[in-house]
């Protein structure tokens, strides 16, 4: 997706160099001194830490001032020439579908991986690599998302390396984004990386490895968990429709995807995240019922659309309406085997706000909806859980009542440590919408053996509050709390509370001592409330395993 | 000022029946079985526990369900009667002022109490109150606050008993509400009830005891926590009038308080709190500069106005204006030795929501405004720091800038447990607006000997959450959270989030073992986003003790 004009542009100037090697590894004719890009700075009144770069090209760069170079966008004629290699197919190779590439992840089938067209055995190559074995988590599929985070290898040098290691053209077949098995339901899944690890296959839930969540702002769509409750629908957007029904008046809105787009488009850039995002943390205290999500079941995206309250304005709800409906339903084209459709509803508050910002969504960072992610139209309510961005949207009906769907009154909802599934009632709690404040540590992952230089680690991760509020600080500690170290904010939203909407990307240079061989490292968020995270999850534990918020705790090696 | 018709009426219907003594001590006239008021109430939807009673006089009771009984206001004309002797002056009696009563608050002085104008020496009726010595709680002071908690009392057989112990008048004069030395800057302040236990007296900053605070959903004036920053000024609510000023526009509107009353008038319930409420307790872990706060610097009241919103639109505020200003700056009347005023401000958004519900208040609880809390005019900002709702207010600026006050600037934020006095920057942290989630328990309070019902004690207490988010569930454990036990409510406001702003009083019959002798109780509350309180003071702790927002935990002794 990010390969149309747009999108490409955008992510091959987001680049952070953070280690030596990986700046020995740029050419230098693509590194700018700091003292040169500095005077192109333009400094964010109150984070004086990072600076925007604006490069003259309508793109921008972000990056921290205490580093000594920023990689600039290699844009150049050599690059794109190339970069076309790779879309050609050369005769005189043969062909393999994606289903062969994939068997080929480990050293013994050899390590191959896709580039656009090209099928490439990089096998011999990685112990060449200057990003180590991160090549790996490609094996067996497509390194393109990746090239995307790491935009430091879109250069003519890097290109022409891996066209020598050509084996093979991706079979043209494999355009079609569609699986072909029709034997169940979900015969008509979409393509996904490799790289989403599957929490459940059918109905389909992955995130991608955590530690590629801080590689970018934006999450790449690729890369973007992805949280399905049914098959995946295949919605033909020619003939697509979007009901609108407000309860009681007579007249119901049709709108075609055109139509909708006649709506002034507006662009939001939000965080969703999975009420069970980090549930694998809680499940360790005692089992619950959920999937395994690890710490990704979250990602940032530029959402556009038509706005929620436009829309419903043009339905005719009126300002004294507002006192007689209490919520916004959206029925979705995903249905389960009796044929119920997945819906969802918000506080009609929010979809009216003006500073709600919710809107029908057709584009996720520039390009249409995936059909992962809801093509043709989905509802992107910033701040909100993700199980009420509704995907595949087909109905909205304003109502005196709360959707009465499953998802919305025994799902999704928070209980106390003490309610079992003998005792629970689901109509004793209110359905999730805001989501509480949270943080994830995402580099170095857990167990891992990490390189004390000078004194320090580096310990990257996100951030993210619910109902649009900021985060003000992330602690972080490795003596169990006896010293807190503030992170510097690498990456935030300039957008004030309550319409900060997209997560936080922060580091932290954490002093440990080489002697310790292991270290707890300990992170937590504090938001534009002061709101902070509950320390353990032992008193947040609920038998659904949502709202996973307690302090990220994880172990790592020193050497 | 419950005495005017309006205010008395309202508390002394407010009744609950917690035990059987009281329920013996009202006389049988004015209590009425279950079977017969049930039948008046009407069930609040998804509060079945809370029923609402609408006793035909244009005013309701709240009482719990499971009670056998509700007191019924006895507001028959014995009742008047009774009461009217207390305000006689009695020419046979001495007449004696507020300061020597107040030497008379112990047994050695023998205890002394006013009702209205008449002082009582109650010394001899103590072992007989049905309500045990609570009674020591107004000695040396007035009962009349005690008796809006608990109207039990406005019955004639009680105002009948306490004229048996009449002893004098208070001195007429008294009416005079001020303090009359004439030697410091202090010396024109308001008098205060006994029952206020100052945590400063020059400025005056008090609280009163918590136990009180759950007896009633509003908080009487009298017992309502003071947070003055300077001296209290003496307005001349005549001659009063208020700026207010939009930056960059050259007229600026002025509002008598006789014009400011021709607003339309807008009342909301909402709670203040102190950013520095609880502060004791995180004192307790390592020192913090700030008032020695207990769990009562908070209230909740019913205030009374006209909208900031409307105001601003008559001073010429434009929708288009909202881009380019940021804050609503409020300065006050009270300076300090330099004539610097106290001031504050919160950002636009705020100010000019239609849900945002901030009021230029002049009333509270149905009475112009106490000198203590304002008077003649402050601002209401519910779901913010009480810093922020300013009294005495004198000018409001619409402006691009937050209000440049120390106490914005250089207090009343948050920062990190390892931040100290030598590293510390103000300029890193935002203000404090939203105050986070929080509970505390009330009764039975610390270290106190509580009677084991039934394998039961009683735990009440309140919980409040900033920003207008309601509070879904209070957990209470007695076993270091190896199970949790959900508090019941007994009151709460029915506005939803994110206009809920008022406290949720609580109660929890909590399963005790009597062998135990002594016992750890913990609360926690969650709100409506699903944020939930931060488990211990360490990892909050900050070097101005503000928002102590860990679990509440206390220790009593079972019997």
């Given amino acids: 997706m990010f390969r149309n004009k747009l999108g490409c542009y955008i992510f091959r100037v ?44 309508g793109f921008i760069t972000y990056s921290l001032c205490d580093m000594k170079y920023v990689v600039y966008a290699d844009d150049s004629q050599d690059t794109r020439d190339e970069d076309k290699k790779a879309n050609l197919f050369d005769n005189n190779l043969p062909t393999y579908s994606t289903s062969e590439v994939s068997k080929h992840s480990n050293y013994k089938e050899r390590i191959w991986v896709t580039y656009k067209n090209g099928v490439y055995d990089v096998t011999d190559f990685i112990h060449e690599h200057p990003g180590g074995d991160q090549i790996l988590m490609a094996a067996g599929g497509a390194v393109d998302p990746f090239w995307m985070l790491y935009s430091v290898h879109l250069n003519p ?25 029709m034997s169940d339901p979900y015969s008509n899944e979409p393509k996904r990386h490799v790289i989403l690890k599957p929490a459940c296959v059918k109905p389909f839930n992955a995130e991608s490895p955590e530690q590629l969540l801080v590689e970018n702002f934006i999450t790449p769509n690729e890369l973007f968990y992805v949280r399905n409750h049914l098959p995946v629908p295949d919605i033909d957007s020619t003939t697509y429709s979007l009901e609108i029904e407000i309860e009681g008046k007579s007249k119901t809105l049709t709108l075609t995807l055109d139509e909708l787009k006649k709506f002034p488009k507006y662009s939001v850039t939000a965080t969703v995240m999975c009420a069970g995002n980090r549930r694998s943390e809680m499940t360790k205290i005692k089992p619950v019922k959920g999937l395994n999500w690890g710490a990704a079941a979250v990602g940032n995206a530029t959402w556009s659309g038509a706005s929620l309250r436009e829309v419903l304005k043009k339905a005719g709800l009126n300002e004294k309406d507002l006192d007689k409906y209490k919520h916004v339903q959206f029925e979705a084209f995903d249905t389960d085997a009796t044929g119920s459709a997945y819906g969802a509803s918000i506080p009609i508050w929010k979809a009216v706000d003006r500073r709600g910002d919710v809107i029908l969504a057709y584009e996720m960072n520039g390009v249409p909806l995936p059909r992962d992610h809801g093509f043709p139209v989905r509802v992107i309510v910033p701040g909100v859980v993700g199980a009420r961005n509704v995907k595949w949207l087909g109905k909205i009906i304003v109502s005196s009542e709360e959707s009465q769907s499953h998802w919305q009154q025994n799902d999704y909802k928070g209980f106390s440590p003490s309610t079992d599934w003998d005792t629970v009632d689901y109509s004793k709690s209110p359905s999730i919408q805001e989501l509480p404040v949270t943080s994830a540590i995402c580099q170095p992952i857990p167990n891992s053996t990490v390189t004390v230089e000078n004194g320090q680690i580096t310990v990257r991760g996100y951030a993210w509050s619910g109902g649009g509020q900021d985060i003000v600080r992330v602690d972080v500690t490795s003596d169990g709390g006896k010293t807190w170290h503030v992170a510097n904010f690498e990456h935030r939203d300039p957008q004030n509370a309550p319409q900060h909407w997209s997560w936080t990307l922060w580091t932290c240079k954490l002093p440990v001592s080489k002697e310790d061989k292991k270290v707890e490292i300990w992170a937590k968020a504090v938001d534009s409330s002061y709101n902070t995270q509950p320390e353990s999850f032992e008193n947040i534990w609920n038998l659904r395993g949502v709202l996973n918020n307690a302090y990220h705790r994880i172990t790592v090696n020193l050497e």
């Fill in 14 to 57: 987001c680049n952070w160099i953070y280690t030596h090697k990986q700046v020995k590894y740029t050419k230098p004719s693509i590194l700018m001194p700091q003292n040169q890009w500095n005077k192109k700075c333009h400094h964010i009144t109150g984070y004086p830490h990072i600076s925007l770069l604006a490069a003259g090209f």
């Fill in 157 to 181: 040098h890097v290109l022409n390396i891996l066209e020598k290691y050509r084996i093979g053209n991706l079979d043209p077949k494999e355009n079609n984004d569609n699986t072909s098995d």
